[in-house]
């Protein structure tokens, strides 16, 4: 079936009151983005309230399908076929011409559903429903009507220059545009949890910059592009991401050196959550996120928790916190990062890791742990941060 | 300055064969098979591919096949005999110390119905002669033992296992996978009983992508790949021209004063094993009584307290580039078959580096390296994993 059209159905979006446009120009804006690197040529605009892609040249119909899928705020895509207005039997022919070619197996219910937007069309929209009702019918005595819950609903719509044919609603992924909800800062490792994190905020419509620790010659090369690569996946749902990458070999040692080793990975955490929102805040960003779910680690207990999240004063956003590790590993599947993020090059949270880490740690001995480090963290915390290489993806 | 050890993963091209390779893309890109001038000019670096190999070896041209690369030789070696002489035995004898280019079709052949023996090795990684007169049985068709192993370079006593298996069984093959052993040892099929031989190209400063399997004349085996019937009919798909010039050429340059060279390396791996044992914690692996009991280009040293990665990835930020295990098995960080099966203890299994040289390597690399390391140890097993 050659579509012209895509009708870009959405939710949220449509409740937003006065900001309605701004979340509609964000919409176009990305799905923009995400055409850019589909072969053909295509035009995104709104019309009386809903997103249309008119494609003006040949283009491959999955090739479209699955970028769209990307795009965050869309709930639905209907491939669109037009026709010109040529009297309502060249109308029928071309409906029943549509259903047999887009619905090999007639046994099934329909019902039709016409909009006119052109009102001085000869019939008006019951008319042309029950009209066309009985014509397909004619033409399949095997198909049934049900008004109530029909498997196939047929939209007719006749329109000022052209008449629109479409059924089929292929579903999207939901939530937001990406960029009318603010901007936050990933924690991404490259395991399982943190792409998987950052793809569920920004699902909610916020843009994304990663921070990812590095710590050579303990991490190598391979570890860091895993993570460039899984900031690319990651990208392909919410746009361009700049991936800073600190040097954290020297703080790690220090913590190594002057800290009880069942301490250190909460410590080390600690500091990792430090630099995540002093880069957070040079770079406008309003929130953290982590993939943390809540028990899965020793550094991912409740009390693990608080004794990290002491650090920041910003908002940390765990998306994954109720989730189990099958329920992760499904999502990273989904979104393609599961085969990356099971490499097995040593990140920087396993290197050091103690046998029997601490479980319930309390914050106030964690602290005085700390201490231990005044004389030398300044210093070694400035030095991490000038480290900061950006690199970015989509 | 770098010193780059990591040889045994694979070798930097000679300079003088990326230009023959060139000229060969450029000015001579027929097809050995057409009838036409080009394809006859095509065939000629074929012929004298063919010619180089059969002297180095001591063998006919005609014996001489063109592969892929080392897993390719290894694979039809393997299959492409157990196929054709599986009328006459299910029985095949290979040791536990194989690169997965022999192991992982020998596993496959199990599953085909095939019996397949592992022989064990001593503490220097060597077969012991009375353990393959003891597997050898009436229904063994093949052995495949390799020349040098690439881990830790031990040295099979391949003529005297040639000489156990023809006594038993004229008709029993004997695989030789040598990817490691080629150009670092004379070779001779012929004098050592062996009827496959497999070689690569990219180890012995030849390009990637192309290796030879030497298959005597009366050797009986079967295609693995089927097409245009190239090559006999053994091995079809057009050669690949470029490729197997610049191997024949590399080989070439490599026999040409073989004994001062290997001479040279020896020296070498001598003064870097004996400095390398002095250091606190370090022992190697893999050594004979006699440094010429092993191949002159492989040590594996054996690092108490530091993880494998850890130490590569340190040594790689001075400029020294080694490998933990074999380089090959080392992206899945799997426990390595050969140094558990010489006898490495539990806890050096994860702390054991591979250092390779060739014959371009110099006396300057092996200081780095060791400087490195003398550096180095320290500082890393101040900070361990518990």
Redesign the interface.
Known sequence: MNYTSFLIKYAEIAIKGKNRYMFEDALVRQINFALKKVQGEFSVGKTQGRVNIECLSDYDYDEVVSALSCVFGITGICPVVHVEDEGFDRLAEDVIKYIDEEYPDKNRTFKVNCRRARKNYPMDSQEVNMEMGSRILDAWPEMKVDVHDPDILLTIEIRDDKIYIYSKIIPGPGGMPVGTGGKAMLLLSGGIDSPVAGYMIAKRGVKLEAVYFHA?????ERAKQKVVDLARYISKYAGSIRLHVINFTDIQ?EI??KCP?DELTIIMRRYMMRIAEHLAKENGCLSLVTGESLGQVASQTMQSLAATNEVCTMPVFRPLIGFDKNEIIKISEKIDTYETSIL?Y?DCCT?????HPVTKPNVNIIKRSETNLSETIDELFSKAVETDEVIVVS | MTAYLDNSATTRCFDEIREFMCEIMDKHYGNPSSMHMAGVEAEKYIRYAKDIFAGILKVKPKEILFTSGGTESDNLALIGCARACRRTGKHIITTKIEHPAVLEPCKYLEDEGFEVTYLDVDGSGRVRPDDLKEALRDDTILVSVMYVNNEIGSLQPIAGLGRIIKEHNRDTLFHVDAVQGFGKVRISPVREHIDLLSVSGHKIHGPKGVGLLYVGDKVKIKPIMFGGGQQKGLRSGTENVPGIAGMARAAELLYDGFEAKTDRMYGLKSYFTDELGRLEGVSINGLADDIRETAPHIISASVEGIRA??M???L??KGVYVSSGSACSS???AISETLKAIGVKKELLDSTIRFSMSVETTKEEIDLALSGMRELLPVLR??K??
């Open positions: 050579p010659p303990y991490t190598s040692l190594y050196e080793h097995p040593e290197i050091f890791v103690a046998k | 990665e850890v590569l990835h340190a790689e930020d992206n899945k960080p101040k900070f994993r518990h």
